[in-house]
Nanobody
Framework: QVQLQESGGGLVQTGGSLTLTCTVS?????????VGWFRQAPGKEREFVVR???????TYADAVKGRFTATRHSTKNTIDLQMNDLKPEDTAVYYC????????????WGQGTQVTVSS
C-alpha cells in the first residue's frame, strides 16, 4: 500500500518561499499515475492546488498559477512543491495525494504539513 509523507512546511513572511516535499513509499514510484497537492485552511474545505501527471505535466489552481511549481523526482521518490511569492491566503495544511482524477483526490493521503504566511 502506498504511503506518503509531507515535509518542509513552516512559518514565512509574505513574499517568501518554501519548498514542500512529498515522499512516497510502499509502491514503485514509476507506477503512480497523476498525483497532486491539496490544502486546507482553518474553517475551510480541502482544495485542489496542483496535479502532476506521470510524465510531469502540471495543472495548477488559478490561485497559485505562476507562483507554485510542482515536480516529480523518480530517483528520489518525491513530489516537490516550490512555492514562491507566498501570501497570507496560502496559509493552510498542505497534503499530497497518490491518485488524482481531474481535480478530485482518490488515493492515499499523507499527514500534511503546516504552512503559515505572516503579513
Amino acid at each position: 500500500q502506498v504511503q506518503l509523507q509531507e515535509s518542509g512546511g513552516g512559518l514565512v513572511q509574505t513574499g517568501g518561499s518554501l519548498t514542500l516535499t512529498c515522499t512516497v513509499s510502499g509502491r514503485t514510484f514509476g507506477t503512480l499515475g497523476t498525483v497532486g497537492w491539496f490544502r486546507q485552511a482553518p474553517g475551510k474545505e480541502r482544495e485542489f492546488v496542483v496535479r502532476i501527471s506521470w510524465s510531469g505535466v502540471c495543472t495548477y489552481a488559478d490561485a497559485v498559477k505562476g507562483r507554485f511549481t510542482a515536480t516529480r523526482h523518480s530517483t528520489k521518490n518525491t513530489i516537490d512543491l516550490q512555492m514562491n511569492d507566498l501570501k497570507p491566503e496560502d496559509t493552510a495544511v498542505y497534503y499530497c495525494n497518490s491518485e488524482v482524477v481531474d481535480r478530485t483526490p482518490t488515493g492515499s493521503w499523507g499527514q500534511g504539513t503546516q504552512v503559515t504566511v505572516s503579513s
